[in-house]
């Protein structure tokens, strides 16, 4: 196996031309942190990213940031804490999750796996961030796509439709995103020992009210151990996050407070302990110690969650915890996947997506890793692999076989 680390844009364009006139495929790699989601790669060479770093250009009054692709996260959410600021997206760190290191995530793959986290509910997905990109396609031809600013973007915005196509159909060597100012401060307001069904029903209470919740999860009474030792007690927990302005956070507190009265027992969570629990929900670290069991990833309409998993629960064995106001479940199961199974309940619950996160290598190759497309929508991806990367070298197989 070849590995090949350039450090330039220049030298990602001439190491992909070179695999195309050879057809030799390459899988794309960043730090490594995201290696072990999808089918496992076909190649026999591999392009490493890890030393095409920097971060190129940053105007906090102007809110945007540039970086190369092997940028990682770690370095630019510090710089950006030092300023106020953060990406509003909340990239979550999938690298304990997979039995790897934190924070060895990187921007470009960010972007390319449409990373997010609990604040997706208000403020979106890295594709609803991103503001430009600069890449090599699998014809060997780079590319550019968007600017500094959202105004720039005309025709076609390549830089949100390559999001969440993991790499499959071009290498990112430099994006650019937007940066928001960060919350003053936090409080979490939990409810306590509410079941799923009920969870689902305070969730979407507080996410109809005004208290501008930015996260809601439940976490079961067998999940709440597995966080911030103490902080839920060890009981069923539902969690709204209230930011912003510290008198506003106050008010909106009581106002959900007083909202959710009826429900169950009620507290609140300082904003370091909020802070901590969020990254903890954020990361899936409730699951992060269990490496050898298979873990998926499922979202789907949030009030419809609850009534899918217990139908789950009928026919196997399962822990699970909700985001997303019960929009996305991640489920770790004791047994080798049932895509087919767990597929068909969710189709049967109102449709989403299942993917598997997390199982053994030899288990990723037999199934469908990511949710089967209709046949509409896979022959427009076929379209799309056929114009970008009509030879197939790059990451060949990961997303389906």
Not at 58 to 69: D, G, H, Q
Not at 146 to 172: E, F, I, M, P, Q
Not at 305 to 311: D, I, L, T, W
Request: charged share 20%; net charge negative.
């Amino acid at each position: 196996m070849t590995t090949f680390t350039p450090t330039s844009a220049t030298e990602v364009l001439d190491t992909v031309a070179w695999a195309v006139s050879e057809e030799a495929p390459l899988e794309i790699l960043g730090h490594g942190s995201k290696r072990g989601i999808g089918r496992p790669a076909q190649t026999e060479h591999v392009i490493d990213l890890s030393q095409l770093t920097g971060i190129t250009l940053y105007e906090p009054e102007e809110l945007v940031l540039s970086a190369r692709a092997g940028t990682p996260l770690a370095e630019i959410e510090a710089l950006l804490s030092d300023n106020r600021q953060e990406l509003a997206f909340e990239p979550m760190d999938y690298g304990p999750l997979l039995g790897g290191e934190a924070g060895r995530g990187t921007i470009g793959g960010a972007l390319m796996s449409n990373l997010s986290g609990p604040r997706r509910i208000k403020t979106g997905a890295a594709r609803d961030h991103v503001l430009g990109i600069h890449a090599v396609s699998g014809r060997g031809e780079a590319f550019k796509s968007g600017g500094r600013v959202v105004k720039n973007v005309t025709g076609y915005d390549l830089s949100k439709g390559l999001a969440g196509s993991w790499g499959t159909l071009a290498v990112a060597t430099d994006v650019t995103f937007k940066v928001l100012p960060a919350a003053e401060t936090e409080t979490s307001v939990a409810v306590r020992g509410l079941t799923d069904e009920q969870a689902a029903f305070a969730m979407a209470a507080a996410m109809g009210s005004s208290a501008e919740v930015s996260g809601a999860a439940h976490l079961p009474e067998t999940v709440t151990g597995k966080v911030i030792d103490g902080a839920l007690k060890g009981m069923a927990s539902t969690l709204f996050r209230i930011e912003g302005f510290g008198p506003s956070v106050d008010y909106r507190v009581d106002s959900l407070k007083h909202l959710l009265a009826s429900q169950g027992e009620i507290d609140t969570l300082p904003p370091e302990t909020s802070r901590l629990l969020w990254r903890e929900i954020r990361d899936c670290r409730p699951f992060s110690t269990a490496h050898g069991k298979p873990l998926w990833r499922v979202s789907m309409t949030p009030s419809q969650g609850h009534a899918m998993v217990m139908a789950l629960r009928m026919r196997t064995a399962a822990d699970v915890f909700y985001d997303w106001q019960g929009g996305l479940i991640w489920i770790q199961m004791d047994v080798e996947p049932g895509a087919e199974l767990l597929r068909g309940l969710v189709a049967a619950n109102g449709g989403g997506h299942a993917t598997l996160v997390r199982a053994a290598p030899s288990v990723r190759a037999a199934v469908p890793v990511f949710q089967p497309q209709p046949p509409a929508l896979a022959a427009l991806s076929a379209r799309l692999k056929e114009q970008f990367d009509p030879k197939g070298v790059l990451n060949p197989g990961r997303m389906q076989g």
